[in-house]
Nanobody, 130 residues
């Protein structure tokens, strides 16, 4: 399995930006779909964004469309989540996850968006103050 490490979280004011990184070790990320998920205190884990092997298929949950951008740099074995116009409701622990099964449909439309994601990072905390 690929090992994933997230970084880039922190405290930011509403309207600010952060860029999260998900760096892989052990195996190349080139042949993995990578997703970002988040979990706020007392809430269920939520799908945020996912990018296909090639980077051409990208999906977002509606609440972050137009504000967040997922991208991948296979040469650096890293996937990024650029988060702009942050809101207090974006406060959560953010996790990246990887799966080998290609992205054929919008994970947000699936019963369990996290299905098949077998590798997970330890998470990075994002706090947005109002």
């Amino acid at each position: 399995q690929v090992q994933l490490v997230e970084s880039g979280g922190g405290l930011v004011q509403a309207g600010g930006s952060l860029r999260l990184s998900c760096t892989a070790s052990g195996r190349t990320l080139r042949s993995y779909v990578v997703g970002w998920f988040r979990q706020a205190p007392g809430k269920e884990r939520e799908f945020v964004a996912a990018v296909s092997w090639s980077g051409y298929k990208i999906y977002y949950v509606d609440s972050v469309k137009g504000r967040f951008t997922i991208s991948r740099d296979n040469a650096k074995n890293t996937v990024y989540l650029q988060m702009n116009s942050l809101k207090p409701e974006d406060t959560a622990d953010y996790y990246c996850a990887a799966k080998t099964r290609e992205l054929y449909s919008d994970p947000a439309a699936e019963i369990d968006p996290a299905a098949d994601f077998g590798s997970w990072g330890q998470g990075t905390q994002v706090t947005v103050s109002s």
